[in-house]
């Protein structure tokens, strides 16, 4: 058994109640490898943004699960090697599917889980999330949960169809699971694909899809049924144009890839929304970068050389979320 605590990470309770106060998010980075957690630590430590590292199950199977733990252990070495003095980090384990899966992480050092059984009837769903949540506060570990079903993918929970949380719900289920936290549905998507041009219109000067707007109205319900209680938004990304150029410029093919707005995801952390996860950004803006500069420099062959400018795009990517769209520099002096 390895506590979080003497890893020198932090679980999400305190950071989740100054950000419902303060009218900010948390940004959940997810990541799969020693570029992407560099770029997010940098990120967060040039910004003094508390920082959520997640890990799927997805990330464990590439990467090793093991590996993966040691290196968010490095994160918080590495944060105070670059100056941050008290550094505000959570190892988080996104979309857990089995209680087991949840166990195996609050004994190696995570700080928080998320149990993802939103596909699962009513009752199973309190079940199970009420399961982990036992197991996990026995050692401070936090718990999210989610209710309503996204559209897409969930690691291999796959819905043609997004369902959005029933407000009416949410109070039973908070109350009877325990949970921590609460990812809710209410129009985002994983993946870069997030509506079909079906769903869309599109903008006449540019030709470019423009989405549907999130169910605002939804979030506002839950938040009145449970006041200042942390709300949590998958499928956060926005799918910048400029990555989606870059990618389909140097040989790519993401044709009518959209994503949530920004002023939308804005608006969404100043409410009860505290965590805000992003994990398509990064994958565009490392193969957009990879990709331009093979293109531009077709005799290299040293993966530090394609794999530096990668980094710096995410890097760039990171603090611009954290600066401005979730508003979370500067709360983790
Ligand atoms: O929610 C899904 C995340 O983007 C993780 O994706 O399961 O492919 O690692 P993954
Ligand atoms: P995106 O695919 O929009 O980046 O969502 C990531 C996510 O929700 C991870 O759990
Ligand atoms: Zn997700």
Redesign the pocket.
């Known amino acids: 058994m390895v506590s979080y605590k003497e890893l020198g990470l932090v679980n999400t309770r305190e950071m989740f109640a100054k950000a419902v106060d303060g009218g900010y998010a948390i940004p ?1 980075f ?1 990541f799969n490898n020693m570029e992407q957690l560099q770029a997010i630590i940098q990120a967060a430590a040039e910004t003094k943004s508390p920082v959520i590292l ?1 890990v ?1 199950k997805g990330a464990r199977n590439y990467a090793n699960a093991t590996l993966l733990r040691y290196m968010a252990e490095g994160a918080v070495a590495y944060a105070k090697e670059l100056g941050w003095e008290h550094p505000q980090i959570c190892l988080h384990l ?2 857990g599917d089995s209680f087991e899966t949840c166990k195996s992480c609050v004994d190696t050092g995570f700080s928080s889980v998320m149990i993802d059984a939103s596909s699962l009837p009513y009752e199973e769903n309190i079940a199970l999330t009420k399961k982990v949540v036992e197991y996990a506060h026995k050692f401070d570990v936090t718990v999210e949960a989610e209710l309503g079903v996204l559209a897409g993918v969930e690691d291999e929970v796959s819905a043609a169809e997004s369902h959005y949380t029933k407000p009416e719900e949410v109070i039973d289920f908070a109350t009877r699971t325990g949970c921590d936290s609460l990812a809710i549905s209410i129009g ?1 998507s ?3 694909y ?1 509506f079909t041009p079906e769903q869309c219109t599109r903008d006449p000067k540019t030709g470019r899809l423009i989405p549907p707007p999130l169910a605002f109205d939804v979030l506002h319900e839950i938040e009145k049924k449970l006041p200042g209680f942390p709300i949590v938004l ?4 926005s799918v910048p144009q400029e990555y989606v150029d870059m990618c389909n410029k140097y040989g790519g093919n993401l044709p009518n890839a959209v ?1 949530i707005p920004e002023e939308q995801l804005r608006e969404a952390a100043k409410s009860a929304v505290c965590k805000i ?5 990064s994958r565009l803006a490392m193969t957009g970068a990879i990709r331009k500069y093979m293109a531009e420099n077709p005799s290299h062959f040293d993966p530090r050389q394609y794999l530096k400018p990668a980094r710096e795009e995410m890097k760039k990517m990171y603090i611009h979320k954290i600066v401005n769209v979730l508003g979370s520099d500067g709360k983790a002096e």
């Open positions: 959940a997810n997640q799927s996104d979309h985002t994983h993946g870069a997030k998958h499928g956060s990304s994503g996860n992003i994990d398509s950004d």
